[in-house]
């Protein structure tokens, strides 16, 4: 099975203080209006924390400052499996401009239940739950 390895970035309105995160609806492709943590594809020779800010500036124009990883996911999709390193992130400048997506909320620990996550972002929902306020 083909593997794909991804970043995703949590962004959290402050790395110290965890009371809400960005949430996005993707606006393309298989999974089209599942909601998702923003992020992309690692490219070749790329460290996932570089990923993370390139694929955040390339999809919300906006800069982030890369925190702890959060977890790895492995999950297997019908036709691939996704190994995604999870970043908490905050933003450091800029205005948000959904590029790639058709949706997003900011969620506070008690909303994280009102969307529908993709899969393989379910398991991430649960452990960031824990770390916010």
């Known amino acids: 099975m083909k593997v794909i390895r991804v970043v995703a970035a949590v962004i959290c309105d ?3 203080h965890k009371t809400q995160i960005f949430s996005t609806a993707r606006g393309y492709g298989e999974f089209k209006g599942g909601w998702e943590f923003p992020g ?3 490219e070749q020779g790329e460290t996932p924390q570089a990923a993370v800010v390139r694929e955040i500036r390339e999809e919300l124009d906006v ?4 925190g702890d990883l959060i977890t790895t996911i492995e999950y297997d999709y019908p036709t691939f499996h996704l190994s995604m390193d999870c970043f908490w992130c905050e933003i450091v400048s800029g205005d948000i401009k959904l590029k790639e997506h058709e949706a997003a909320r900011w969620l506070t620990k008690e ?7 993709l899969p393989a972002d379910v398991t991430v ?9």
């Open 14 to 16: 402050s790395m110290k």
């Open 40 to 42: 992309g594809k690692i």
């Open 63 to 66: 800069i982030v400052k890369v």
């Open 111 to 117: 909303m994280l239940g009102d969307v529908e996550w």
């Open 125 to 133: 929902v649960g452990k960031i739950g824990e770390d916010m306020n």
